[in-house]
């Protein structure tokens, strides 16, 4: 069979052309610049850098731009970008007790030490279109106020303190990574907290959601959830030292969920983990819900079979890059092997003698 | 758990200063108090990453969260002293001015350079931490109860 592979270099060039207009769109309407989409498109930049999995306000700017907007082909181009940066080494683990908090709320404690900050939050607004946005030259002014500077502390710090929920000890145990080695069954709770940070949101919400309405449901309370910058530590090989070599957003859920407990120990809280780049509290929460889910086993709940349980499940369809390359790539040409499939079924139909059923009912 | 400032050298607190200054900033100040010195490049300007640590449940076993972007540098000054610098994104214009203070702080001009380029840059970055900490602090819940009378 004769399959034409060579004609299509003239159309391509076009079509790439047409893109590039495209994105641009109108030029009587002012083009966007790299600052505008970083500073006033920030939860779509933060989306970019969580789930590219490289903390760049910049470039996952520009990713937005080139992409016209469409996040996952962003991800997708952050994620190329990263592959052909050498790596320096890795930070020391964040300290997020350290962070300078914009937000910092529990659903658990109302009096805590440290207190509730709302922060820039979308909660408690009305969700009612703001036309005033489509007017120009609004510069609102935050209203500020004296801060101490003391640690915001732990929400589960203080419950450990009186024995009521499971410990996380400090270990220093080097993690698995999953962008050197392929991901592989069972993965350990360090590859699992890596796999759901860089996961896609709407699949992390879905399954979060679904353990909330019973699927693997393990009653989560919403301990803490915390927005801020935290200092960055590195260690620096040639030095012998470690320096502070930047600050990033990150945002960070702990959950108090149902307890466990058994006849040598006493029934205790247990504990789900979000910790995501940037301002995405949906997607740590979610996170957190999932990755609570994910720990049946080493906490000895029952596998109910849930999909928010099944590490398999939820690590090998969580990240879109892998599933949006696996998916779209049916739309390319399949010509050669369609043609076989179409052989087959005209060889099968003529077997069952499908020719002579056609001509019957003519 | 980390250590805490204090117990840093004097070089990893000016070299965390320089790290963290916002861009240009290094660059400007520097070439306000002084003509740059001659040096030669040890490593020429490099983009690269390095992959940022969590640790479960805040305080557990560490995780990979995900890569930063990262400028390096190392030069020498004519009169030998050694400057290195790591910045974060890809700025190679301030990791290359950063690398050129941490060398003057090793040398003579120490003094003038700690005046001129890193008070201000620590004077600039409380007053940014101060104003996000005041909006913040203004957005605290001031619970108070309701007196509800028994009688």
């Known amino acids: 069979m004769y399959v034409a592979v060579k004609g299509g270099e003239r159309a391509i060039e076009s079509a790439h052309t047409w893109l590039a207009e495209e994105r641009r769109g109108p030029t009587e309407i002012a083009e966007l610049s790299i600052p505008q989409i970083r500073e006033q498109l920030k939860l779509a930049v933060d989306r970019v850098m969580a789930e590219g999995s490289l903390y760049d306000p910049d470039l996952a700017a520009l990713a937005i731009k080139q992409s016209r907007g469409d996040l996952i082909e962003a991800i997708f181009l952050i994620r190329a970008y990263r592959t052909t940066l050498p790596r320096f080494g890795h930070s020391e683990p964040v300290d997020t007790g350290a962070m300078a908090c914009d937000r910092r709320i529990s659903a658990t404690f109302k009096d805590l030490p440290g207190g509730q900050i709302l922060g820039p939050t979308f909660d408690y607004t009305h969700r009612l279109l703001d036309f005033k946005l489509a007017a120009e030259g609004e510069t609102p002014e935050a209203a500020t106020q004296e801060a101490d500077e ?39 709770r360090a590859l ?82 979000g910790l995501v780049f940037g301002q ?38 969580a990240d879109n890059i892998q599933a949006t390359g696996f998916l779209e790539h049916i739309k390319l040409p399949h010509y050669v092997d369609f043609q076989s499939e179409l052989e087959l079924v005209r060889k099968l139909r003529r077997e069952a003698g499908a020719d002579q059923v056609q001509e019957a009912a003519e | 758990m980390k250590d805490t400032f204090d117990e840093k050298s004097d070089r990893q607190r000016w070299m965390s200063t320089l790290a963290r200054a916002a861009e240009g900033r290094v660059s400007a100040l520097l070439d306000a108090a002084m003509p740059r010195p001659g040096f030669t490049w040890l490593r020429a300007p490099e983009i690269g990453s390095t992959m940022v640590r969590g640790r479960a449940g805040g305080t557990g076993a560490p995780f990979n969260l995900g890569e930063m972007t990262v400028t390096r540098c190392a030069l020498t000054l004519e009169n030998g002293a050694v400057g290195h610098a790591y910045v974060q994104g890809r700025r190679k214009a301030d990791a290359t001015a950063a690398a050129l203070v941490d060398a003057l702080m090793q040398g003579p001009e120490a003094a003038q350079i700690r005046a001129a380029v890193l008070d201000p840059l620590i004077a600039e970055h409380a007053a940014k931490t101060k104003t996000r900490a005041a909006k913040a602090a203004a957005t605290k819940v001031e619970f108070f109860t309701m007196a509800r009378g028994e009688d």
């Open chain 1, 192 to 273: 699992r907290l890596q796999a759901l940070t860089r996961a896609d949101e709407g699949f992390t919400l879905g399954l979060a959601y679904s353990t909330q309405r019973g699927y693997g449901r393990n009653h989560a309370f919403v301990g803490e959830l915390r927005i801020g910058s935290v200092p960055l530590d590195m260690d620096i090989p040639e030095l012998g030292f470690s320096i502070e070599i930047g600050e990033i957003t990150l945002t960070e859920c702990e959950t108090v969920n149902q307890f466990t407990g058994s006849k040598t120990q006493p029934p205790q809280f247990t504990r789900g983990y």
């Open chain 1, 150 to 188: 003391a640690r915001v502390p732990h929400v589960t710090g203080f419950l450990n303190r009186e024995g009521l929920i499971e410990e996380a000890p400090q270990d220093d145990t080097p993690p698995p990574d999953l962008t050197r080695e392929p991901l592989e069954m069972p993965a350990s």
């Open chain 1, 280 to 317: 995405s509290e949906r997607k740590a929460i979610s996170m957190a819900l999932v990755e609570r889910a994910l720990r049946w086993e080493e906490l000895g709940e029952d596998f109910e079979g849930a999909p928010a349980q099944d590490a398999e499940f939820v690590l090998y369809h």
